[in-house]
């Protein structure tokens, strides 16, 4: 069965719209995991403008299940990481302007940049991935800098999926076979929704962990949050 960690990022920015303290992101994330998620996932970035600092220092005792911290490997994220000691970090290249994350690490290019980091944190005991393209070049780049996993960024294939190409989901499955291949675990994230989840799932093999935040908060408003995690966890069997 794959992990469902649930990026509560979109919680903070409504709560971070009105000032104050509703919603509550560390009650949110009791409830996710309550409700039967296997993680909770938070992406801070420098300008704080859902996700604080502070917010990843005050989840590390809420979070019982797994604690993924995404970010760009700037000196404050990484001073914030090796304090903190979640059970994963994730790795991601996003610009400091940028809305959401939009592409995946020069695995080749960034190699000696990923390794040295890597290395400091699995020194600290905490599991690293990578952000990459599903590219299979990509893929053996990651595994030559030490990483424990690669995240595969899934903005492409849930474009094309929702036009009705599923074939799009082809590149994503021969780079997890190599991953696991290389020895590499496999994360996925970025538009898994509802609506394509069941069918990533079952295409793409060795799937350990998928992080989903901004579909699943959606449709949370609609659904309500419990019934939207049980639908996940019910796909991802």
Not at 111 to 120: R, T, V
Not at 148 to 169: H, M, P, Q, S
């Amino acid at each position: 069965m794959t992990k469902l960690s649930v990026n509560i990022n979109k919680i903070a920015t409504l709560r971070n719209a009105r000032g104050g303290n509703m919603p509550n992101v560390l009650q949110v994330a009791k409830d996710v995991q309550a409700f039967g998620a296997e993680g909770v996932t938070i992406h801070p970035r420098p300008d704080e403008r859902h996700i604080r600092y502070q917010d990843a220092y005050n989840l590390k005792p809420i979070v019982t299940t797994e604690y993924n911290i995404e970010g760009n490997p700037i000196q404050k994220f990484m001073d914030m990481v090796l304090q903190i000691k979640p059970t994963q970090v994730t790795l991601v290249p996003d610009s400091v302007d940028a809305i959401t994350s939009n592409a995946g690490w020069d695995t080749v290019k960034h190699k000696d940049y990923l390794a040295e980091i890597i290395s400091e944190f699995k020194n600290k005991g905490i599991r690293t991935s990578i952000f990459v393209d599903p590219t299979l070049d990509m893929i053996e780049g990651a595994a030559k800098t030490g990483t424990d996993r690669i995240e595969l960024y899934t903005e492409a294939f849930a474009e094309a999926f929702e036009n009705g190409n599923k074939t799009a989901v082809k590149p994503y499955a021969d780079c997890a076979a190599l991953a696991h291949k290389l020895g590499l675990g496999v994360n996925a994230g970025h538009d898994l929704s509802l609506d394509n989840i069941k069918f990533f799932k079952e295409q793409v093999p060795h799937l350990q962990e998928v992080s989903i935040g901004h579909a699943l908060i959606c449709e949370a408003l609609y659904q309500g949050l419990e019934p939207v995690i049980k639908q996940y966890l019910e796909k991802l069997k």
